[in-house]
């Protein structure tokens, strides 16, 4: 099942071509990164996966078992080999004791003519089959070479894709953000031509005031005069 991890596909960052991060950059990037996430509500990042079925431990009381003795702290008891045994009963005059060990032995017995046959088995077969089990690894390690030697490539070509796809950006990137950088210096200088233009303006204003008024006052004491 493919898991998608959500924003990837949104990654703007350009590691062949980015500059090294300087000192005390790192750390401020990180600041940021958690004062980010602070405030947003982190997605169920597992929702797009089947849902957790819950495990029933009442149908294996050994695993309950199991966890108690875990719990308590107690050893795990030692395997019980007995039955691997072929010895004569403790009380030689029980018939009973008797019986279960005879049937052991015939047990025991059946057991290691079954290892003695395997055995036979082995040696008359188990070099062929040691051969075409090896010559299966063989073919299984040729593919699987194969197959390693062919993602290498594509991961090789991805890579001088992504390279080559950068370093054209960077290029024009370099160029975006000269040309952004002289129209933010020539909106600087047109916005402080255009100040010092309505500097000149207010100034004309105030002239003129200051004019019309003399020619008011000029006006008046002519009338006076007359």
Same mark, same amino acid.
């Given at each position: 099942? =493919?898991? +998608? ?8 960052? $350009?590691?062949? +071509? ?36 819950? %495990?029933?431990?009442?149908? %294996? /009381? ?11 702290? =107690? ?8 039955? *691997? ?20 032995? =015939?047990?025991?017995?059946? /057991? ?12 008359? *077969? ?23 030697? /062919?993602?290498? $490539? ?73």
């Amino acid at each position: 099942m =493919k898991v +998608v991890i959500e924003g990837s596909e949104n990654i703007d960052s $350009l590691p062949y +071509v980015d500059p090294p991060i300087e000192n005390g950059e790192q750390e401020l990037i990180n600041n940021m990164i958690k004062e980010e996430m602070s405030k947003f509500t982190p997605p169920d990042y597992l929702a797009q996966l089947p849902s957790y079925t819950d %495990f029933d431990y009442d149908n %294996f /009381h050994f695993l309950n078992n199991e966890f108690d003795r875990l719990k308590a702290g =107690k050893q795990m008891e030692a395997f019980d080999i007995s039955r *691997y045994k072929a010895s004569a009963p403790a009380k030689q005059s029980d018939a009973e004791q008797w019986r279960v060990s005879i049937d052991n032995a =015939k047990s025991q017995l059946e /057991h290691q003519d079954l290892r003695k046959i395997n055995l036979e088995l082995l040696s008359k *077969y188990g070099a062929n089959s040691w051969k075409l089990y090896l010559s299966d690894l063989e073919i299984v390690q040729k593919t699987l070479k194969r197959q390693l030697e /062919h993602q290498q $490539l594509q991961i090789q070509e991805i890579n001088v894709k992504r390279k080559l796809e950068q370093e054209s950006t960077i290029e024009r990137i370099n160029q975006n953000q000269k040309k952004w950088l002289e129209l933010v210096n020539k909106n600087r200088e047109i916005e402080f031509a255009c100040l010092q233009f309505e500097n000149e303006i207010e100034k004309l204003k105030e002239q003129q005031h200051q004019s019309m008024a003399i020619d008011v006052d000029n006006q008046q004491q002519q009338q006076q005069q007359q």
